[in-house]
């Protein structure tokens, strides 16, 4: 739970104040996402009886910061509703093996790069106005990721808070302990923002997130259904959706910590770990109110920094799996640049842009047939 709020959940408060919430909208966002990743973790696991670990789609948050730009946060919610609405499709029909088919894994991790990238480049942004904080968390990153990889976001993060206590950056008076009331938002739906928003939130989430969260259960020898799992998170996103619970989805980089032998030696006791973490979760949203006012203490420039060291992996990752086919690496690369430039046409931002500019190139270069 910490690895996964401590990397992400900055993301997560971006997006929801770029969709213009207040900070009760805010902390009825995390305690959404909390009581859904809490829910689906534990009843998952215990029906299923495999860790199965839930989360909200990191990449999905990111592509939120600069797509819900000049969105109403009605429209945001509608948003969150189609892409759940897709997801519970996907699982109760059993679509999700076959849409994943027909969309080249290099152009989805184009996509993600591009969506992302703007994360990286903001580390060294916001160096140049407080360097010491930045360069001392960059540099425990890099010294973590080499000796406890697994915990170098924490361990930069706490680099991070005693920097900014040091040098008087942190605002103790805005921190308050209380719980999170949930705030529903009414629905509202724009043909533009739903294919510009909602459709590439769910290519990425879907891309990004569940299929990477199917293959590490396949890989620790889980042959739990996939099926049922997606349609389950998709009905509780459009649940959840009016309360801010943008998106849910299979979690890898947390499932990976459930499922090894670091859990249980026993890979059968194993799905108690996710089920510890799934309490966990609901308890950090029951308390959403009192995380959202701990990042409200933060100075800009140390929310920047985590956010995009967090993300650097990602970033490197996906550009590695998009340009390693040579046959696909125009189409990729084309993907890429329309994403990362911020293009929009008719209303409809970069991300789905990109997408259509890299399937065109595949199309006339690449050698698949769809």
């Not at 919610?77 to 290099?106: A, E, N, Y």
């Not at 040091?166 to 308050?176: A, K, M, T, V």
């Not at 349609?231 to 959840?240: D, E, K, Q, S």
């Amino acid at each position: 739970m910490l690895v996964g709020y401590s990397s992400s959940a900055i993301i997560v408060f971006q997006a929801a104040t770029v969709a213009g919430a207040n900070a009760e909208e805010i902390s009825s966002w995390l305690w959404a996402l909390g009581v859904g990743m809490g829910s689906t973790c534990i009843g998952l696991s215990l029906y299923y009886r495999t860790p199965v670990m839930t989360a909200w789609s990191t990449p999905g948050a990111a592509l939120l910061v600069t797509g819900l730009s000049g969105v109403s946060l009605n429209e945001a919610v509608g948003t969150f509703l189609f892409c759940s609405l897709l997801t519970t499709l996907c699982g109760v029909m059993g679509w999700f093996d076959q849409i994943v088919r027909h969309i080249p894994k290099t152009l989805a991790c184009a996509m993600l790069a591009g969506i992302l990238l703007r994360f990286g480049l903001e580390v060294f942004i916001a160096a140049e106005k407080q360097l010491l904080l930045v360069g001392g968390m960059f540099t425990t990153y890099v010294f973590c990721k080499r000796k406890l990889p697994r915990f170098a976001i924490p361990f930069t993060l706490v680099t991070g808070l005693v920097l900014a206590i040091s040098q008087g950056l942190l605002e103790f008076d805005s921190i308050q302990w209380e719980l999170a009331k949930p705030v529903a938002i009414v629905p509202e739906f724009s043909l533009s923002t739903l294919i510009g928003v909602g459709l590439p939130l769910f290519v990425v989430t879907m891309a990004s997130q569940n299929i990477p969260g199917i293959a590490v259960l396949r890989a620790n020898g889980y042959t739990t259904p996939s099926s049922p799992l997606i349609g389950w998170t998709g009905v509780t996103g459009m649940v959840l959706a009016p309360f801010g619970g943008f998106t849910f989805n299979l979690s890898a980089i947390t499932a990976a910590i459930c499922m090894g032998k670091d859990a249980d030696p026993d890979p059968n006791r194993r799905y108690l770990a996710t089920i510890w973490a799934g309490l966990f979760y609901i308890l950090a949203g029951v308390f959403g109110a009192t995380v959202v006012s701990l990042f409200a203490a933060f100075p800009s420039e140390l929310v920047m920094a985590i956010a995009g060291l967090a993300l650097l992996g990602t970033i490197g990752n996906s550009l590695a799996d998009a340009l390693k086919e040579e046959t696909e690496r125009d189409a990729a690369l084309v993907t890429f640049i329309v994403t990362a430039s911020g293009l929009s046409l008719a209303g409809i931002g970069s991300a789905f842009w990109g997408g259509v500019a890299g399937l065109i190139v595949h199309r006339i270069l690449g050698t698949r047939t769809f």
